[in-house]
């Protein structure tokens, strides 16, 4: 049975976004001590299509390890999809970043943007008190991992009026919408 958007399941994605989130945490601070990282926060994103969710909160880093010139991020945040019942997505995601100066090339696969509709058997009203079974939609599976490739930018000259955080605005395109996304970040 797939459970639904008020049952343990929900519980069970609360535990396992913590759990992510702590080993980021746990991964940023081993390599901290041995190179330079990237820290960031999703803040928001203005996106075209209104019936998308524009605040999308979340945390990323950027680890000095990678192939081809680039370096790994990784990241978790909400992102701009409901299931139904209005639930909230969480997005993880992980790839590779390639910058020059300010400008960066970000190729990812992300979790959360899957939207095939999970269903369960159930016993249904037919005629009056007769019942019969059938499919029922008891909501989104999110499982599939989705491609994300965004330019960005950042501008450090902002640093100073923002207690050293450097802002970064990137571009992001999609089957049904285009965003400009906000975030800050630091190095550590």
């Known amino acids: 049975m797939i459970l639904g958007p008020n049952s343990k399941g929900r519980r069970m994605e609360d535990r396992s976004i913590r759990r992510v989130l702590l080993s980021l945490g746990f991964l940023a601070a081993s390599a901290a001590a041995q190179a330079q990282i990237t820290v960031g926060a999703h803040l928001y994103t203005f996106h075209t299509n209104k019936d998308m969710h524009d605040d999308t909160p979340g945390v990323y880093a950027v680890w000095p390890v990678g192939v081809a010139g680039g370096k790994l991020i990784t990241g978790v945040y ?10 909230r997505r969480v ?17 990812a696969l992300a979790t959360g943007y899957q939207r095939k509709k999970a269903y ?38 902002a640093r100073q009026y923002l207690g050293g955080l450097t802002p970064r605005l990137t571009l992001l395109a ?7 996304h906000l975030s800050l970040e630091a190095r550590l």
């Open 78 to 87: 909400r992102n701009s999809l409901n299931d139904e019942g209005e639930r």
């Open 120 to 157: 369960d058997m159930q016993f249904c009203p037919k005629d009056g008190a007769e019942y019969v079974k059938c499919w029922k939609t008891v909501g989104f599976v999110n499982s599939r991992l989705a491609p994300l490739v965004a330019p960005s930018a950042t501008f450090p000259e």
């Open 91 to 107: 997005s993880v995601y992980a790839g590779q970043v390639w910058a020059h100066g300010r400008y960066s090339l970000t190729a």
């Open 174 to 180: 999609g089957k049904h919408s285009a965003a400009v």
